[in-house]
């Protein structure tokens, strides 16, 4: 390939800003055995300028620029032009020009997402595999589809790119390009569909946006039943219906296990101020459901930052941190000492944890909101029904949709506590507030606690048992600290030894946080080996550890295979688990059908778990997948599993295993 893109060099007033130029969808341009993406005749490069707020009408603004392009034929000439345009100042908008037509037609021509539409790449032999699948009802011919890269030498532009097609699915064959240093990790460019069709219902959208993860492992057979089941489970859902998913799972996620122990504290912080000022409570109402949804966007900034740089990461991911899950361990334990009494928050080094603490007892403006930041980093362990399939089309989106479906989850999970807070009906119908609320207050601690010993475990899951025992110093020195507080923390002490005790609590939590993250970085234990039968294996009820050769090898003996993909600090996985997967009824049946068991550990960073959970249309655990014995497309499963739902989907399998 050949060629250079158009440039502008703007030069504009003070206080003026510029975007990119937004492309149209070019066509090729053949030179020989070169293969160049360009224009022909007339063509509109659309630039957005946007003005100071400051524009005094009556004036004229002067917008200056110079533009360099090529110009090919039999030979290619550079050219190169001084632009400018003035433009008056006026109160109301425009009336409609002449080149607003032509403008309107340029924006016709740009790619853009299109939300119906499941798009997952492969790669295997030198050659790349674009595998689309399309929403119900949609079945346009692609024949002359083409796929432009938008990096260099990534795919072979002079190379065809065949077009196969197995009802709604279909495969775009790309050569690889032989001058890539090394193979692609995403394909990112725009598909444009064949003269005369479109990707919409509307016919208005011919050029799609692509930037999918490409998956090195599946073959084109695996890669197809895979996004077949994530469209069937909810990948191919449009934007609406993502939105009323999260919404609704959101909603749910306040029913789940890990959202409890702070949510608890949330409904005593409603109690103790029952009586109060209806305007104060409106207000923590309100700051609780914003503390949730501005953590649920750093999040989701987080999450979509890291994805774009390249990491295979998921709903969760920041609990695949052991430093993280030290860190949550000790502001549990903390909040539970402080609920207890030990120690109450006052103007000491431990200021900054006890306002987080503070939140535990809704206490003031400042822990209502951080109530709301608790609650989005302790649900992050659970997905709710329905919440998956959102949040597996909300990775597939731009950043601006997946951030509409991240507030969506954000405010389903706020509404019932904002509702509350802003209903005198259901606010007089709280007891009044009495000493009966110091023992309410007390007994919480005790769910706090509990978060912390589960979060132990899931720590020495994820590193060793010297990094357990490095965590448990780290929560003894936190409680020395809390008991220096609470000891010597009068009134009546001398400027001295406030200082002196102050100091000695500061060390103290200082000293267990490091601690603490000294044991994150223990080299965690490899249980897989001892955890998991050899693959070769037909011991029927043995878990086998995933991986892609696994799924592959089982699936071509013609064996059912049932896929848990899980975590040790998923309460839903763990439920599940404990109260379905291993009950005596659903193992027999996994041994009468022959099914072969692959669970999928996410407790650590694992980015071929994560490639496969994006290949089903999820970014989270649980996720449940079961594979026919014939080859057929996968089943995914609910996210909360009971025995019958697991009978019932065992049962489908007789007429073909």
């Not at 998913?245 to 702070?262: H, I, K, Q």
């Not at 979060?455 to 965590?471: C, E, I, M, P, Y």
């Not at 694992?606 to 996968?634: C, F, Q, W």
């Amino acid at each position: 390939a050949s060629g250079e893109p158009t440039s502008i060099d703007w030069s504009l007033p003070k206080g003026y800003e510029t975007g990119s130029i937004q492309w149209p969808y070019p066509h090729r341009i053949e030179f020989g055995s070169l293969i160049s993406y360009g224009y022909s005749d007339e063509v509109f490069l659309l630039t957005d300028i946007t003005p100071p707020d400051t524009l005094t009408p009556g004036t004229t603004v002067s917008l200056d620029g110079k533009a360099r392009w090529l110009i090919c034929e039999e030979i290619c000439l550079p050219a190169h032009s001084e632009i400018e345009l003035s433009l008056p100042v006026t109160e109301d908008a425009p009336e409609q020009t002449k080149w607003a037509e032509a403008f309107a037609s340029a924006r016709e021509k740009q790619p853009k997402a299109v939300a119906d539409w499941s798009v997952g790449a492969g790669r295997s032999n030198g050659e790349y595999r674009l595998l689309l699948q399309a929403p119900d009802g949609v079945r346009p011919d692609l024949d002359g589809a083409y796929f432009y890269a938008s990096e260099k030498s990534v795919v072979d532009p002079g190379a065809p790119q065949p077009v196969t097609q197995e009802g709604g699915t279909y495969t775009i064959v790309l050569q690889k390009s032989e001058y890539a240093q090394q193979p692609a990790e995403r394909l990112r460019g725009v598909l444009v569909a064949p003269e005369g069709e479109t990707w919409d219902r509307e016919g208005e959208v011919r050029a799609m946006q692509v930037d999918v993860p490409v998956d090195s492992t599946l073959s084109s057979q695996q890669l197809s039943g895979a996004m077949g089941a994530a469209s069937s489970a909810g990948g191919g859902l449009s934007l609406p219906w993502a939105l009323a998913f999260a919404l609704v799972g959101g909603l749910l996620l306040n029913l789940m296990p890990c959202v409890f122990p702070v949510l608890s504290v949330k409904i005593l912080g409603f109690a103790e101020e029952a009586g109060g000022e209806a305007s104060a409570m409106r207000r923590h109402g309100l700051l609780f459901g914003a503390g949730v949804l501005v953590s649920m966007w750093i999040l989701a900034g987080g999450l979509l930052a890291l994805r774009a740089a390249g990491s295979q990461i998921g709903w969760g991911f920041q609990l695949q941190s052991p430093v993280f899950i030290a860190l949550m361990t000790m502001l549990f334990f903390g909040i539970g000492l402080n609920l207890l009494g030990a120690f109450e928050v006052g103007t000491t080094l431990m200021s900054w944890g006890g306002r987080m603490q503070t939140a535990a007892s809704g206490g003031g403006n400042v822990g209502a909101f951080l109530t709301g930041v608790l609650a989005t980093v302790v649900a992050t362990p659970c997905t709710a029904p329905f919440m998956g399939a959102a949040l597996g089309v909300a990775l597939t989106l731009s950043a601006a949709g997946a951030l509409l479906i991240f507030t969506a989850l954000g405010v389903g999970m706020a509404t019932p506590y904002v509702v509350l807070s802003i209903t005198p009906a259901l606010l007089d119908r709280l007891p009044e507030p009495g000493a009966w609320m110091e023992t309410l207050k007390q007994a919480f601690a005790f769910p706090m606690f509990a978060t912390a010993v589960w979060l132990v475990w899931v720590f020495g899951r994820q590193t060793s048992n010297g990094g357990v025992a490095f965590l448990l110093a780290g929560l003894l020195l936190l409680g020395v600290a809390a008991w220096i507080v609470n000891r010597w923390s009068a009134p009546q002490l001398s400027r001295t030894a406030l200082l002196v005790t102050r100091g000695l609590a500061g060390a103290a939590l200082v000293g267990g946080i490091a601690i603490a993250i000294i044991g994150a970085g223990s080299t965690p234990v490899d249980e897989a080996s001892a955890a998991s039968a050899d693959p070769s294996s037909d011991a029927e009820t043995e878990w086998r550890s995933y991986s892609p050769e696994t799924i592959e090898s089982l699936r071509a003996k013609g064996r059912p295979v049932f896929v848990d993909f899980t975590a040790a600090w998923c309460l839903t996985c763990q439920v599940n688990k404990r109260r379905v997967l291993s009950a005596e009824t659903v193992r027999s049946a996994f041994d009468e059908k022959n099914v072969a068991l692959v669970r999928a550990d996410w407790t650590n960073r694992d980015p071929e778990i994560t490639k496969a959970l994006e290949s089903h249309g999820r970014s989270g655990v649980p996720v449940y997948v079961l594979y026919n014995g014939d080859g057929s497309e996968p089943r995914l499963l609910p996210e909360v599993l009971t025995e019958d739902v697991i009978l019932n989907a065992l049962g489908d399998l007789s007429s073909s295993s």
